[in-house]
């Protein structure tokens, strides 16, 4: 038993630097040595025995963002010998928790750091364990809708209020790494002050087209401000998306044929049937696939609002957004042969419109409080179809025109992003508009 454990903690030391020096340990960590330089983001403040989740799509940074908070701590003057970092893909729940039993038992007080949680059968009963244990533990996943379906029947654990989604930069965060001469602004999505960006709209406008290549994933981000060529992080995105659909058993032949129909119709009206119809298979086969593709955030699912009754009709026509524009730009290169420039400049209202949708979302979500399903979608009649329709205190609308903004008379207050018209206090330019648009308190 002494030797096993020997073992395990020699592997250990590889994945925790920090322990030898605190000071200039970067340089020896397993995931830093290949990233030429980390972007901030807003740091989480970890208080002593509780738990703390943070759920996002995979590729977005979610273990770079673990080490910023390590370094955090020991900044703060933690011991770095009580700083636990654990990868779960490479044990099992036995393994880890006599690991953890181990460092406690040298060490008293942990600060535990479990990366990608749902590679571990029976997670949620080592959560379970560290809640009851006072154990401060952050937690890493990528399926965020099997992490809230667990961590659910986890009440009173340490867990209510810290929970968090981890999404790609946003435009606001990636215009501050890539020009920090560009004022900073905020605002809620219902009422956009952009006054103080209207002078540097030539520049924000050239580096929302980068921004759109990237899709705001930070290495993609990182490269293409040092001019580097982003091939193999398209790669690395195909295979993320056909991974996701391979981790559920499902067919990877299928999920192409529903990407291929998704992209043709660049963010059109669809149903279940019609897809179902056109590709030859079932509609709840159509309705599972998308399902699974939420579940990884690698899309939205907007549904269309009944206004007279205040709630998503569900039988109506759907929409699919994706959560980032690098992955509709890689999917296009794989299944149609795109250039990255060819596809942004063919389909540019459909990604502007993806941007600002997931922008708004981001702007408002908060895990357990407010999933997107409650107050996200779209509205249709017979005669128009506004984009993004969202239900605050009141219904708020939002149309993406990049060609000539006509205004059209709904039921609702309502806003035109446009390419570069700005008139009165409801047609932006969208850039702009996305320039100042917060990620919630619950967003990363």
Same mark, same amino acid.
């Given at each position: ?66 080490? +910023?908070?390590?370094? #955090? +701590? ?9 700083? +636990? ?32 949680? !749902? ?204 959560? #980032? ?32 949708? !997931? ?14 399903? !409650? ?11 506004? %984009?993004?329709?969202?239900? %605050? ?32 206090? %409801?047609? +932006? ?11 919630? #308190?619950?967003?990363?």
């Amino acid at each position: 038993m002494l030797s096993y454990m020997a073992i395990k903690i020699s592997a250990l030391a590889r994945y925790n630097p920090w322990w030898k020096k605190t000071e200039d340990w970067e340089r020896e960590d397993m995931s830093l040595q290949n990233i030429d330089e980390i972007i901030p983001r807003r740091e989480i403040n970890l208080k002593e025995g509780n738990i703390y989740i943070i759920r996002g799509i995979r590729r977005a940074g979610k273990s770079v963002y673990l080490r +910023l908070l390590i370094k #955090s +701590l020991i900044a703060q003057g933690v011991d770095s010998r009580k700083i +636990l970092y654990i990868s779960c893909d490479r044990y099992t729940l036995r393994e880890i928790r006599n690991i953890v039993d181990e460092f406690r038992r040298r060490e008293g007080k942990i600060y535990l750091f479990l990366d990608e949680i !749902t590679y571990l059968k029976g997670w949620k009963i080592l959560l379970k364990i560290l809640g009851e244990e006072r154990i401060t533990t952050i937690a890493t996943g990528s399926n965020p809708v099997k992490i809230k379906s667990e961590v659910e029947t986890l009440p009173g654990r340490g867990i209510e209020g810290n929970e968090y989604y981890f999404n790609p930069l946003s435009f606001k965060e990636f215009l501050s790494y890539m020009n920090k001469d560009i004022p900073k602004v905020s605002f809620k999505f219902d009422s956009p002050d952009i006054s103080p960006l209207v002078p540097h709209y030539n520049e924000i406008e050239s580096l929302f087209y980068q921004y759109i290549l990237t899709g705001g994933f930070p290495e993609a981000v990182i490269k293409i401000k040092r001019d580097r060529n982003l091939s193999h992080i398209y790669e690395e995105i195909i295979r993320l998306v056909l991974g996701e659909i391979a981790k559920s058993g499902r067919e990877e032949h299928i999920a192409r044929e529903i990407l291929e129909y998704l992209l043709r119709i660049r963010g059109g009206r669809f149903d279940y049937i019609s897809v179902a119809r056109e590709l030859e298979i079932s509609h709840p086969t159509v309705r599972e696939y998308l399902d699974i593709l939420e579940n990884a955030r690698i899309i939205y699912t907007l549904e269309a609002w009944d206004l007279n009754k205040k709630k998503l009709a569900h039988r109506k026509q759907k929409k699919v957004i994706f959560q #980032s524009t690098l992955i509709p730009i890689s999917l296009g290169m794989h299944l149609f042969g795109y250039s990255p420039d060819e596809f942004v400049d063919e389909n540019m209202e459909f990604l502007v419109e993806s941007t600002i949708s !997931t922008h708004v979302i981001w702007n408002i979500e908060k895990p357990m409080i407010k999933d997107k399903h !409650t107050f996200a979608g779209f509205y249709y009649d017979q005669n128009k179809e506004c %984009d993004l329709l969202i239900r %605050d205190e009141k219904f708020f609308g939002i149309e993406t025109k990049y060609g000539k903004v006509r205004r059209k008379k709904y039921p609702f207050d309502i806003i035109y992003l446009s390419k570069e018209e700005l008139e009165g206090q %409801d047609v +932006l330019p969208s850039s702009m508009y996305l320039a100042g648009i917060e990620k919630s #308190s619950k967003c990363i």
